[in-house]
């Protein structure tokens, strides 16, 4: 399975709970999650690093152009519940390290490389603030990260951005 497909998988299973999408807004990943919540209905809230509302991918309902470059990855680690990460490069990184310092649950989804690939499983730092979840499959990321996040299961401190897509 592609990473695309699996990140258009998590962002329909989203939906197909009622829960809300959050993501960088833009193409590759993030337009996958995106189109597939929008394709069961769901919301989805696009968190731009440009000022130009029309950086943002055709499945957006909600557009924040922040203006903030990549420090908006700040503002979409704060604005989840939890985290879920499929694949992804240095932004994603940096979206789930801020989740993880504010002890947000974050699931990683594996096999689809990347990001989700070397932090699957493991504590991003000493601390071991929260032990990022592995997921084998797409529904089981959503099921975790939306368990943790409802159910208050936050690990040592709390998890990462819940509900959230890197």
């Given at each position: 399975e592609s990473t695309y497909a699996a990140a258009k998988e998590v962002g329909a299973e989203i939906a197909s709970r009622g829960a809300v999408l959050v993501t960088g807004g833009l193409g590759g990943v993030m337009e996958a999650a995106c189109r597939g919540a929008k394709e069961k209905g769901g919301?989805?809230?696009?968190?731009?690093?440009?000022?130009?509302?029309?950086?943002?991918?055709?499945?957006?309902?909600?557009?924040?152009?922040?203006?903030?470059?990549?420090?908006?990855?700040?503002?979409?680690a704060y604005s989840a519940d939890s985290a879920i990460v499929v694949g992804g490069g240095a932004g994603t990184y940096v979206e789930a390290l801020v989740a993880y310092q504010k002890g947000k649950p974050i699931v990683a989804l594996k096999g689809t490389g990347g990001t989700a690939d070397k932090i699957a499983d493991s504590y991003l730092d000493d601390r071991k603030t929260v032990k990022v979840m592995a997921a084998p499959t797409p529904k089981d990321a959503v099921d975790q990260a939306l368990d943790h996040a409802l159910n208050g299961k936050r690990g040592i401190r709390y998890f990462q951005s819940v509900a959230k897509m890197l």
């Open positions: 919301m989805v809230v696009g968190i731009l690093p440009h000022e130009d509302m029309s950086y943002a991918n055709p499945y957006c309902d909600i557009i924040i152009p922040t203006g903030m470059g990549f420090s908006r990855n700040y503002v979409t």
